[in-house]
């Protein structure tokens, strides 16, 4: 199975989710091998992101395919890899968050590893990933947003099982996302803003 997140999305904590509520595992993004190349236009994605690369037919086509794993990656939207996602038979969630948001947690990594981000430039990258993947028009992708994910789980984690097929368990109103590696501060002010 394949979750596209945008970077800074929470598509970590859900891909785990899903693992732990399907029973099957979980796989983050492949990192840069010697063979990867990089995506043209979104170099500082790139700089954070050792992920986000040019993928093939083979290998997105495979992990949507296979249902003992999930599959997570910032797949850039790219239009090589455009035309690939629309050739998948197999049904896959893209889960996008708000840009300002996510350069937010940006200026927190750079204050943090001082990586020294272009933020108009990687603003932009953001802001275009966004909109690619918001307006594509994929009959076996799913659109979900990191707002809903946060704010409303139980009732968007429901859908996103359907889509890939996996039962819903009795004890789903139990569950809820879980926490990985973020310190949090964007979580807590958007649900200090939906107050």
């Known amino acids: 199975m394949l979750l596209i997140g945008q970077p800074k999305s929470g598509s970590t904590a859900l891909m785990k989710t899903i693992a732990e509520i399907a029973k099957i595992q979980p796989i983050n993004g492949r990192n840069w091998t010697a063979q990867d190349v990089e995506c043209e236009g979104y ?26 794993s999930i599959y997570k990656e910032h797949i850039l939207p790219i239009e090589h890899h ?27 990594i750079d204050s943090v590893l001082n990586i020294k981000f272009n933020f108009k430039k990687l603003y932009k990258e953001i802001e275009l990933y966004y909109n690619i993947y918001n307006n594509l028009n994929i009959q076996n992708m ?19 099982l359907n889509h890939y097929g996996i039962a819903i368990p009795d004890d789903i109103d139990k569950w809820d996302l879980l926490k990985v590696n973020y310190t949090g501060v964007g979580l807590k002010r958007l649900k200090d803003a939906s107050k």
Do not use: G, M, W
Request: aromatic fraction near 8%; charged fraction near 35%; charge should be positive.
């Open 43 to 68: 170099k500082e994605t790139q700089k954070y992101h050792h992920t986000t690369v040019k993928r093939s037919k083979e290998f997105l086509i495979n992990h949507a395919a296979n249902r003992k």
């Open 82 to 108: 455009i035309n690939i996602l629309k050739k998948i038979e197999d049904n896959f969630v893209c889960l996008l968050r708000d840009p300002e948001e996510i350069l937010d947690c940006y200026r927190r």
């Open 142 to 160: 799913l659109i979900v947003t990191y707002k809903d994910i946060v704010l409303n789980f139980k009732e968007t984690i429901k859908p996103i």
